[in-house]
């Protein structure tokens, strides 16, 4: 297990340059904290999880939005679906705007896991968090916000041809 506060001195070693390197690596441990909180309670991976709750929170999706919803590629989503279907937690419906697509929903089943697993999640924000003043929050919210918004703008823009 490695201590956080071993990695103190070196955390804002780079500058402002390494600020992605450090939030991806804050994310990936985060994930890693999720799976480890929801593994008491359920057998799903991280794309099942997220699948589950795209659905808790939209009611329902296609292949194709799910993985837009979550940033991940539609295979990953498409096994999740897959593994999904077999545990009976999520069902799939025709889609009248497009037959080639599918749409899937929760089953009762899985309104219930999705249920169940909103609580260890934010029983996992809540000591995440615990001890940030709501003025960081919000400011970290707002840089995440901003982080997000020029970044998809540069992933979805042509890119730039090197000089």
């Not at 593994?83 to 025709?94: D, G």
């Not at 940030?132 to 970044?151: E, G, H, I």
């Amino acid at each position: 297990m490695m201590d956080a506060h071993a990695l103190l001195p070196f955390w804002s070693v780079g500058g402002e340059g390494y600020f992605g390197y450090r939030l991806i690596l804050a994310a990936k441990v985060f994930d890693r904290a999720m799976l480890h909180e929801l593994g008491a309670w359920f057998t799903l991976t991280l794309p099942q999880f997220r699948v589950i709750s795209q659905l808790g929170l939209f009611g329902v999706g296609t292949v194709r939005s799910l993985a837009e919803g979550a940033f991940v590629d539609r295979a990953e989503v498409s096994r999740a679906t897959r593994e999904l279907l077999k545990q009976r937690l999520i069902r799939r419906m025709p889609n009248p705007e497009d037959p080639r697509s599918s749409l899937f929903s929760l089953t009762a089943t899985g309104r219930r896991s999705y249920q169940r697993c909103r609580k260890p999640a934010c029983e996992l924000i809540s000591k995440v968090l615990k001890g940030v003043p709501k003025r960081d929050l919000d400011a970290a919210n707002r840089v995440f916000w901003k982080v997000f918004q020029s970044s998809l703008l540069i992933a979805t823009s042509a890119p730039e041809k090197p000089r």
